[in-house]
């Protein structure tokens, strides 16, 4: 067992039960997310954020069922967090940091700094005092953790997909994919976006796995243009590499997913790789799929090769200026945009030209 925690599914039902057990706090939801939390706790060692919500949970029922013993168990709690959250990383290595400057540095709660000194120095605040912090440190965990544990457990899913995949197991396949198109968020599709165009099958046995898995995922608006985006991403990360099983994932989100291209065309811009030799032969075959509107922008943004303007009549030379796309950035990448040229007498190799005759040129 990689976690404590046996699923998606199994993660997903505890942290709407201990969000809700924080935020809203009652008898009932506190021990209900504890005795989760405690089976977890069972299993192997915990992060130190979830040992922490033990401790917060446990001190919440002491208040309630014995209130004789909160200040010893919230004490505990409090000394516990800070130590586990600013003491461990000093003893990673590097400088020395106190640890109040630690704590400023990761925002754990300055106050917890001064309570818990006071604590191991034998001063235990009022039950009020402690009441207090460990509100705080509720807060801290459902913001800093629990609210943010979606991608943790996108990453258990897709783990958990891969396997069944892997397996051929297509009541598990299947079962992954419905708790996938339920519970992912489109923050966590961008997390798994990289791994998805890089592990995922568009050809052979397990590809109508992955088909069906992103199809479902992507019937959510707006999640096929996270997808696409995280694939175009990777995309110019990995452009000096083999790139060609993010293309045809690229192409296959434009092609079936019904993604934008405009999504593509922004983060190549961006990325400074829309001029490169790669990335024109990709629009080109993205310009080839596509029809409408789209397909006049796309082809805006290729270059045409060797084109020799001294051979072209005018009109064809207005024509052609015409259909580029009016390009605002003074650089993309390698390209540099040149003045407005009243002539058409330089080679035209490696160029592309925007409606105000400017010329985009490789350095």
């Given at each position: 067992m990689t976690s404590a925690w046996m699923n998606w599914d199994e993660w997903k039902n505890t942290q709407i039960s201990v969000l809700e057990a924080l935020r809203e706090p009652n008898e009932e939801k506190v021990k209900e997310a504890l005795n989760l939390l405690l089976i977890w706790q069972t299993r192997q060692i915990l992060?130190?954020?979830?040992?922490?919500?033990?401790?917060?949970?446990?001190?919440?029922?002491a208040n309630v069922e014995n209130p004789q013993f909160f200040s010893s168990v919230a004490g505990f709690t409090i000394v516990r967090f800070v130590n586990g959250m600013v003491d461990a990383p000093q003893k990673a290595g590097g400088q020395h940091r106190s640890v109040y400057q630690m704590a400023v540095e990761l925002g754990v709660p300055t106050v917890l700094v001064e309570v818990r000194h006071s604590i191991t120095h034998g001063t235990v605040p009022s039950s009020e005092e402690l009441i207090e912090c460990i509100k705080i440190i509720s807060e801290y965990l459902v913001i800093n953790y629990w609210e943010?544990?979606?991608?943790?457990?996108?990453?258990?899913?897709?783990?958990?997909?891969?396997?069944?995949?892997?397996?051929?197991?297509s009541q598990r396949i299947m079962k992954s994919i419905k708790e996938g198109s339920r519970n992912m968020t489109s923050s966590s599709l961008y997390e798994l976006s990289s791994l998805i165009v890089r592990i995922g099958k568009l050809q052979g046995d397990e590809s109508k796995w992955w088909k069906m898995m992103v199809t479902q995922i992507c019937s959510r608006r707006g999640f096929s243009d996270v997808l696409i985006v995280g694939a175009a991403k990777e995309y110019c990360k990995e452009i000096k590499q083999n790139t060609e099983q993010i293309e045809e994932w690229i192409i296959y989100c434009i092609s079936v997913l019904s993604s934008e291209v405009n999504e593509v065309l922004n983060v190549f811009k961006s990325e400074g790789v829309l001029f490169e030799n790669k990335t024109q032969i990709l629009l080109k075959k993205i310009h080839a799929i596509i029809n409408g509107e789209m397909k006049k922008i796309i082809g805006g943004f290729i270059i045409h090769e060797n084109l020799k303007f001294k051979e072209m009549e005018c009109e064809e030379i207005e024509q052609f200026v015409n259909e580029k796309i009016q390009i605002n950035?003074?650089?993309?990448?390698?390209?540099?945009?040149?003045?407005?040229?009243?002539?058409?007498?330089v080679s035209t190799e490696n160029l592309i030209i925007d409606p105000s005759i400017s010329l985009m040129i490789a350095n």
């Open positions: 992060p130190v954020q979830i040992e922490a919500t033990i401790g917060v949970l446990n001190s919440m029922c943010r544990g979606s991608q943790e457990s996108s990453r258990i899913w897709f783990d958990s997909f891969i396997e069944a995949v892997g397996r051929r197991d950035e003074c650089e993309i990448g390698q390209w540099k945009k040149l003045g407005e040229l009243p002539q058409f007498f």
